[in-house]
């Protein structure tokens, strides 16, 4: 009959490890486990709307200042003119993620007298006259809408390319 040499203490602590332990992945483990994308080529895709989210951020370049925007992830379900849509490694690219950030207090026109994208986005995805008054109840009546638009690549602050939005447009002429 073997005695327990340890304290009650000893136990409670070695129990205590054992419930409470965590462990983290290494720096290794995260990168093999990040997820990659492979960037979309430059070129018009349909996509639909499928993630909104309104909130308040820092203003771009401007750390003391606050603004409202709404965040919003676009999936791509085609290129424009309705063929399969493959990124530059010649993978399907349907479901692919884009993001865009509309800024409902940038709904105007840019200084060369064209539209914003954000105002571009809202007029055609809801169908309205984009020189005209444009309204909506609520951001979310646009989810599940369909916009059109010209997406390109740009690097980020890592140096990494990323897709943009660099502009939407307007549906295509359906033909009967």
Same mark, same amino acid.
Do not use: C
């Given at each position: 009959? $073997?005695?327990n040499?340890?304290?009650? &203490?000893? !136990? ?5 490890n054992?419930i ?5 992945p290494s /720096?290794q483990?995260? @990168?093999?486990? /990040?997820?990659?994308?492979?960037i979309?080529?430059?070129? &018009?895709? $349909?996509?639909?709307?499928? !993630?909104?989210e309104?909130?308040?951020?820092? !203003?771009y ?5 606050t603004?409202? =925007? %709404?965040?919003?992830?676009?999936e ?10 493959? &990124?530059?490694?010649g993978?399907?690219?349907?479901d692919? /993620? ?11 026109y840019?200084?060369d ?6 105002r ?10 984009? &020189?005209? $008054?444009? +309204?909506?109840?609520?951001?979310? %009546?646009?989810?599940?809408?369909? =916009?059109?638009?010209? %997406? +390109?690549?740009?690097?980020?602050s890592?140096?990494? @390319?990323?897709n943009?939005?660099l ?10």
């Amino acid at each position: 009959m $073997e005695k327990n040499l340890k304290t009650n &203490d000893e !136990k409670v602590a070695e129990k205590y490890n054992e419930i409470n332990f965590m462990q983290f992945p290494s /720096k290794q483990q995260l @990168d093999s486990s /990040k997820k990659t994308f492979t960037i979309l080529p430059h070129d &018009d895709y $349909e996509l639909v709307i499928s !993630k909104i989210e309104p909130k308040t951020q820092q !203003k771009y370049q401007k750390p003391d200042e606050t603004e409202d =925007v %709404v965040n919003m992830t676009l999936e791509v379900q085609a290129l424009r003119d309705g063929s399969e849509p493959f &990124d530059i490694k010649g993978e399907s690219a349907v479901d692919r /993620k884009v993001f865009f950030t509309l800024r409902p207090n940038s709904l105007g026109y840019k200084q060369d007298g064209t539209p914003s994208k954000s105002r571009e986005l809202l007029a055609y995805s809801t169908g309205q006259d984009i &020189d005209s $008054e444009l +309204g909506i109840e609520n951001w979310e %009546v646009l989810l599940g809408k369909t =916009v059109y638009a010209e %997406v +390109g690549k740009k690097q980020n602050s890592k140096g990494e @390319d990323k897709n943009i939005i660099l502009r939407f447009l307007l549906p295509p002429k359906r033909t009967s």
